[in-house]
C-alpha cells in the first residue's frame, strides 16, 4: 500500500512585521508567545519558528533575555523543532540578530540569504492609525535596506558552527537561491539544504503561480536530491502558497508572522488555527503532516536531549 508523503509544518508565531495594533490575535508578550506557539504544536505544527517581543511594547527583542522568557518554557511543553530567527528586524545590526541563536545553540536557526528592500508601508493603508513606535516602523520602511551581506552571512554561519544548529535558509528571490549556492560550493553549508522560499513581501519576488515555479525549478537545479524544499506565502497568499506547494511536493509554513488573515477581511484567531488549515490542506492532497522527528530526520538535525 502507498504510503501518505510527510509535509513539515512550521509555524511562525508572531515575526518582526507584524504590530500589536493589526491583530488582538498577535502574540506580543512572552505570556502569549509561549501559549500561542505551544498550542501550534498541540494542533501539528512539527516546527516553531521563534521570535521574541518587549512585553511592555510589543517591539522585537532579539537580547538573550527576551528569548530567555520564551524558549525554555516552549521546549518544556512541546518536542516541536524549535527554529530561533536570526533575521530578528531588518532594523537591526547581524550582531544583535544572532545572539539568541548563538546562545541557545538550537537545532535549527533561520538565516536570510541576501539582502533586499523591505517595504511594510503598504500597511499603512490598512492601518493609518498605528500608535508611536508602530507607525515608524511601517513608515521607516520606504527607505530600508534589510542587509545581509555575504560577511553577514558568513559572520551567522560561523558564529553557530559549534553549536551545531543547521539553517533554515530563507530565500526571497531568485538571487538568494544563487548565494546559497555559492556558500554551498565553498563547503560552508552542508546538505540537506532546507530551503523556505518566500513570496508576496514587497521588495522580494511576488506570489504568482510562475513565481513559484521559477523558484522551485531554480532550486531544484542548483541543489538537486539535497533540496528539502519549503515555501511561504505573505498576506492573502498563505494558504494558496501551501496548497501550491504541498501538491508540488514541498513542506509549507503558516504563522502570524507571515499572515494575520484567515479569510479575506477575517482575522486569524490564532497560529493554531492556521496550522489546522494546512493540514486540512495537505490532507486533502493526500499527504499527511510530519511529525517532530520525522522533521528532524528529513532535516538531518542532531540529536537533542533538551529539545531545544
Known amino acids: 500500500m502507498a504510503q501518505r508523503r510527510p509535509v513539515i509544518i512550521t509555524c511562525a508565531i508572531t515575526g518582526a512585521i507584524h504590530t500589536p495594533s493589526m491583530s488582538p490575535h498577535l502574540p506580543a508578550t512572552s505570556e502569549a508567545i509561549v501559549a500561542s506557539a505551544v498550542e501550534a504544536a498541540e494542533a501539528g505544527a512539527a516546527i516553531l519558528h521563534l521570535h521574541a517581543r518587549d512585553d511592555a511594547t510589543g517591539k522585537p527583542d532579539q ?137 508576496g513581501l514587497l521588495g522580494g519576488i511576488g506570489a504568482h503561480v510562475d513565481d513559484l515555479s521559477h523558484m522551485r525549478r531554480t532550486a531544484v537545479r542548483l541543489f538537486g536530491d539535497d533540496l528539502v524544499w519549503s515555501a511561504l506565502g505573505a498576506g492573502a497568499h498563505q494558504m494558496r502558497v501551501a496548497a501550491t506547494v504541498a501538491a508540488a511536493g514541498g513542506h509549507v509554513r503558516v504563522g502570524l508572522e507571515d499572515s494575520l488573515w484567515s479569510g479575506p477581511g477575517e482575522l486569524a484567531a490564532s497560529n493554531a488555527e492556521q496550522v489546522r488549515a494546512a493540514i486540512r490542506l495537505i490532507e486533502g492532497l493526500g499527504c499527511r503532516p510530519a511529525t517532530p522527528d520525522e522533521a528532524r530526520d528529513i532535516l538531518k538535525l542532531r540529536p537533542s536531549t533538551d529539545r531545544t
Open 63 to 199: 537580547s538573550v533575555a527576551g528569548f530567555g522568557r520564551i524558549v525554555p518554557r516552549i521546549a518544556a511543553q512541546t518536542d516541536a523543532v524549535l527554529n530561533l530567527t536570526t533575521g530578528g528586524s531588518p532594523y537591526m545590526t547581524v550582531e544583535e540578530r544572532v545572539q539568541p541563536a548563538a546562545h541557545f545553540a538550537p537545532q535549527l536557526a533561520s538565516l536570510n540569504m541576501g539582502s533586499m528592500n523591505m517595504g511594510l508601508f503598504p500597511m499603512l493603508k490598512r492601518h493609518p492609525q498605528m500608535p508611536g513606535w508602530e507607525n515608524d516602523h511601517l513608515e521607516g520602511s520606504r527607505d530600508l535596506v534589510f542587509r545581509n551581506s555575504y560577511k553577514d552571512i558568513a559572520y551567522v554561519l560561523e558564529t553557530c558552527r559549534a553549536g551545531g544548529t543547521r539553517f533554515e535558509f530563507e530565500c526571497y528571490d531568485t538571487a538568494h537561491l544563487y548565494n546559497l549556492a555559492h556558500f554551498a560550493d565553498q563547503g560552508a553549508v552542508e546538505p540537506p539544504f532546507f530551503v523556505q522560499t518566500v513570496f
